[in-house]
């Protein structure tokens, strides 16, 4: 047997793929994750109050999505219902969060993948012709952490969420400065988006395929009008058919969880089978986005590659109308009255149980905690990337058998790894945690 | 960001100061900020820094920024592999000055877990104890944050003025200290928080009066307490946890009128968030007060 070792970049944290060969039969593809810090263990015993400051640190890449489920727990815990004002904010929290990791995954990330024959090192190696494309990019995300600063306080792990709403509220001045500079970033992801597709289309003509795995489930915790603020899991059966969407304290009846071996993270089934998260679970179980821009992509989406849509590598298309998406639907929402007394209401931490969801850049994120006497007993995270885990290997094990044959091991191969992995965005810090 | 490769270059022009970035256990949050600095138009090349670029090893390099802490095996490998390639090393970040966050890991209870755990014995292996970066190499530069300003990496590769931090974050934030003295907690009341008033007249236990300031004070000014990220102020720096501890307390005993008891158990609580980014372990040797930004 033949064992390939391939280091991961461009991917958020420490992960390798490892492919075992004999001869030109491809046995297996792992994906692992190789670091960890014990978020659930070493919590336990800190006061449950201190939880939405702790666990953003989990991952600086979508802390946000963690500082809110956090307190959504919380609240699910003391039973209080948030004003109407604190939800908008934390929904403008995630759609700065939206806006920055998108823009990440899909220029520093994966875009570097698509020019010429072999792709590029990175961002900054695009050369002449795209010379307006790095600096763009860099501002389009700037725009995203202004906004979490604005609605979360601090500029990558928020305070500003609290049990029961908001410490606080967003000056209509404030939000004119913050509408004018997304109203500017608006221009320019769109600028990137069309250039990213043009790439793309290159792409998929050189190497022929965007992917040929079949369709698995696909799982996203959002409702209309409230994208990545959803109270419920949603489902798609591969077939396209809509699955009973359940609430984030029913999780363990759905989802299970299954130790990977060699690996810090777990994987997720739903009802024993393979799922998908990420932004193309999400199109596909919504869509019809609601902003004009947004829109116009989408069915320039659909029209292209079908509804619904099951190519792996649609995945970073798809994320690309997201950045659209929450730069549109943060423009809307920040036309609103978002200041004054009405922000937070006042309750009591009780002892008892608290599941808070959140649909995270990744996919549904599910905090779950004990609380005892003001302190955790024991938390658990269920996290978005380690949904797509059990996805990915299967994915990578289907690029791994077009790229090795009897005439070897195509150089390709090794793309095509980071290819697929960077297409579920994975991040490894919180599949860890 | 300069394209060409230094090995490319004229050999007769003067070579592109490189930097690069090593990431050890933490969150990225770090790289995040970094992202965000302006850094990438300017004559500084990137050379190594796996989150953005493909790039086999790391090369010798002018600067190298070190964030996360020592937690595993495979980090101190690499830490010690790869410090000796660089001019200047930089610890960026709490988590690689004191722990940060994962220095909660470092309580006995929460380590029997992960050492017990033996069916991925393939992958690498958290040391007996979490150590910060200084621990095991010798550091030029800190940058105290989680994560540190964009700010602070600009002024780390060189580029722009240099970096005043304001003493406190007391002086970063501007609310006004009045007379009164709370005789309870606020936590969870729903009352709107006063933006001009000190958060400790309103009942909430803020250590900005001892944190280093230079943040320009993001959380107090949305109205949540400082949580001490950017570490001690100067006059805390080579002092003990104790003392540092000690001086917090006096603070809330004179604007409160909250019973020292409760005060003290507050500030105990295990894992209080407090305890991540202030009594942490620091290397031991005092540090320069100088190389911290
Ligand atoms: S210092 Fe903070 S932002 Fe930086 S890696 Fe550690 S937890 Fe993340
Ligand atoms: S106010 Fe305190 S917790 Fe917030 S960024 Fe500044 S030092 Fe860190």
């Known amino acids: 047997m033949t064992t390939l070792t391939i280091p991961l970049s461009r991917i958020e944290g420490h992960a390798r793929v490892v492919i075992n060969l004999a001869g030109e039969r491809v046995l297996s593809a792992h994906f692992q994750a190789t670091e960890l810090r014990g978020f659930e263990h070493f919590v336990q015993g800190a006061p449950a109050e201190q939880m939405p400051i702790i666990v953003p640190r989990i991952c600086g890449v979508c802390s946000t999505a963690h500082h809110l489920a956090a307190v959504k727990a919380l609240e699910n815990l003391a039973g209080v219902t948030v004003p109407p004002k604190a939800v908008c904010i934390r929904e403008l929290m995630m759609l700065g969060q939206v806006i920055q990791n998108q823009a990440t995954s899909l220029f520093l990330f994966t875009m570097p993948d698509l020019p010429g024959q072999a792709g590029v090192p990175s961002l900054f190696h695009l050369g002449e012709v795209h010379s307006k494309i790095a600096p763009r990019a860099l501002a389009v995300r700037r725009a995203g952490t202004q906004l979490i600063t604005l609605a979360g306080g601090q500029f990558i792990h928020p305070v500003r969420a609290v049990v029961g709403g908001v410490s606080g509220g967003i000056a209509p001045r404030a939000a004119a400065e913050m509408r004018a500079s997304l109203n500017q970033a608006l221009t320019r992801a769109s600028f990137l988006v069309d250039a990213y597709w043009d790439l793309f289309e290159g792409l998929h003509d050189r190497i022929g395929t965007l992917g040929d795995d079949s369709p698995t489930y696909y799982l996203a915790a959002i409702d209309r009008g409230h994208a990545y603020y959803g109270d419920r899991l949603r489902v798609m059966a591969p077939d396209g058919s809509v699955q009973a969407a359940f609430p984030p304290c029913d999780y363990a009846e759905h989802l299970t969880d299954v130790p990977i071996e060699g690996s810090y993270s777990d994987g997720t089934l739903y009802q024993g089978e393979l799922v998908r998260a990420n932004s193309l679970a999400r199109l596909n179980i919504d869509p019809h986005p609601t902003t004009p821009m947004a829109r116009a992509y989408t069915e320039r989406f659909w029209q292209e590659w079908g509804y619904p849509a099951h190519a792996i590598l649609l995945f970073d298309v798809a994320r690309g109308i997201e950045l659209v998406y929450a730069i549109e639907r943060a423009i809307e929402l920040l036309e609103q009255d978002l200041d004054g007394d009405d922000l937070w209401v006042g309750c009591t931490l009780r002892d008892g149980q608290g599941c808070g969801l959140i649909e995270a850049p990744r996919g549904p994120l599910i905090h779950h905690y004990e609380v005892q006497g003001g302190l955790v007993t024991s938390a658990r995270f269920v996290i978005p990337t380690q949904h797509n885990m059990l996805a990915i290997e299967r994915a990578l094990l289907v690029a791994a058998r077009r790229y090795v044959s009897s005439a070897g091991i195509s150089l390709e191969l090794e793309r095509a790894v980071g290819r697929v992995v960077r297409a579920f965005d994975p991040c490894i810090a919180c599949a860890t945690h | ?293």
């Open chain 2, 1 to 293: 960001m300069n394209q060409t490769s230094s090995a490319q270059s004229d050999s007769t022009a003067v070579a592109t100061p490189t930097f690069a970035v090593l990431q050890l256990s933490g969150c990225s949050g770090c790289e995040v900020s970094l992202l965000n600095a302006d850094v990438w138009a300017s004559q500084q090349e990137l050379v190594y820094m796996p989150l953005v670029l493909s790039a086999e090893d790391l090369p010798p390099v002018d600067t190298l920024l070190v964030s996360g802490a020592v937690y595993s095996d495979d980090d101190l490998h690499r830490l010690q592999q790869t410090a000796h390639r660089a001019r200047r090393v930089v610890a960026v970040g709490t988590c690689a000055l004191s722990g940060g966050v994962a220095n909660l890991g470092n309580r006995e209870s929460a380590r029997r877990v992960f050492l017990d755990d033996t069916s991925r014995r393939h992958l690498p292996r958290l040391l007996p104890q979490l150590r910060p970066v200084d621990a095991v190499v010798s550091v030029d530069l800190y940058l105290p944050g989680c994560p540190p300003t964009p700010r602070l990496f600009e002024a780390a590769l060189k580029l722009g003025e240099p970096f005043e931090p304001a003493k406190t974050v007391c002086q970063d934030c501007g609310r006004i200290k009045t007379r009164d003295r709370p005789d309870r907690l606020a936590r969870h009341s729903g009352v709107a928080i006063d933006p001009e008033v000190c958060l400790i007249n309103q009942g909430y236990l803020c250590i900005g009066s001892s944190t280093r300031g230079g943040c320009g004070a993001p959380c107090t000014r949305a109205g949540h307490p400082c949580v001490g990220c950017r570490g001690p102020s100067n006059g805390f720096i080579s002092r003990s946890a104790d003392e540092w501890f000690a001086a917090i307390k006096r603070v809330f005993e004179r604007m409160t009128a909250i019973s020292r008891e409760q005060i003290d158990a507050e500030l105990r609580s295990p894992g209080l968030s407090l305890f991540v980014f202030q009594f942490a372990d620091y290397a031991g040797a005092p540090r320069d007060i100088e190389k911290v930004l």
